[in-house]
């Protein structure tokens, strides 16, 4: 009766490695990235906004992933027309910011969208919920980084666990 506790526990704890390894099974969509692009934009209701355009939030989505990718793949902002686009070792990341006046204050939301050429994937994958900020003022650089820190979270941990 005493050797039977010892082959369930084995067995019990089989079955719980086998169940976390197919939950965490790579997504070819992850795999084999050699760089991620960053495409950016920013929408601006009445013009541009002095605070944050196109470069500036490529540059701070940059510098962001890049800190959570330590050891990743290298991340770069793009141009359109870009040649590495279309190459398959490339994770293009499309970051959208809009900004609009919203009772006396400024809402930005930030957006990203994930595509990939090749037969890895050919259709946009959307995995990053968008996040939004209020502003009562010139936007902050911390507040912006924290937004886009938790944004950016759910792309590195997918890059991370799928080499």
Known sequence: MMRIRPVLLLAASLFTLATEAAAMSPLPFFQRVERVGLLCAVDAEGGPAADLGDDALCGRAAAVLSG?????????????NDARIA??????LLVHATLRPDDGKRLLSVAATLQRSGSVGGAPFFMMPPQALALSGKLD????ESTLLRLLTPLAKALRANP
Do not use: I, K, R
């Open 87 to 92: 190459d398959p070792g490339t994770l293009l």
């Open 141 to 144: 650089e911390s507040l912006l």
């Open 68 to 80: 959570l990718l330590a050891s990743g793949p290298a991340v770069t902002a793009l141009v359109p």
